[in-house]
């Protein structure tokens, strides 16, 4: 049989079982989400092991199936041994102290100043204080420019710092784009 017929009968086999295929898995899969996934998982092994495919046509059907029915399995293994890590690593985290500010309520206006910064800001100040990074390893997690990085650093400790002030904030200046009051 030549690549040519091959791909063709592929096709035709797809075009024939794929609803059947989805089916199957939308029956099974805990997500039902997680049913297209399986189906294309099972097509992209369907094209690699084309070279396998049954010369009669009666066999093609259960081989998709058979194929259909490894990939299920190998999917809901992984579930559980995600599922195992997340217990695992929920066991753990609740034995460790947890480091900086997390209870809001005693640190609730530093949990507010903190929200108030962008995501990026928030990020920057949380892995330098939080997670012990220097700026430099910041820029390079980031994928930012280290002088960004330390500018962006600087401006969101001085906005924590002016929110977490008992001074009232400076009045907005209102000459700001205008000439007046100076020389040149």
């Known amino acids: 049989m030549t690549a040519e017929d091959r791909r063709q009968r592929v096709e035709r086999a797809v075009q024939e079982h794929a ?11 805990v997500q039902r989400e997680d049913a297209a996934d399986l189906l294309a998982e099972t097509l992209l092994v369907l094209w690699r092991r084309s070279r396998s495919l049954p010369d009669v046509d009666d066999e093609i059907r259960p081989w998709m199936f058979g194929i259909a029915r490894n990939v299920l399995m190998h999917h809901r293994r992984h579930r559980a041994r995600q599922g195992a890590l ?15 500010f997390t209870d809001v309520s ?11 910064l962008s995501d990026t800001d928030r990020d920057i100040i949380g892995l330098v204080h939080w997670e012990g990074f220097s700026l430099i390893e910041v820029s390079r997690m980031l994928g930012m420019k280290e002088g960004t990085v330390r500018s962006r650093y600087h401006r969101a400790r001085s906005a924590l710092r002016e929110s ?18 100076h020389r040149r």
């Open 164 to 181: 977490l002030s008992d001074d009232p904030p400076p009045p907005p200046r209102t000459d700001i784009g205008s000439n007046h009051g």
């Open 19 to 29: 609803p059947a295929l989805l089916g199957y898995f939308a029956r099974r899969a």
């Open 86 to 100: 997340v217990d695992r690593l929920r066991g753990i985290l609740s034995t460790i102290p947890r480091p900086g």
């Open 106 to 116: 005693t640190y609730d206006d530093l949990h507010r100043a903190i929200a108030e």
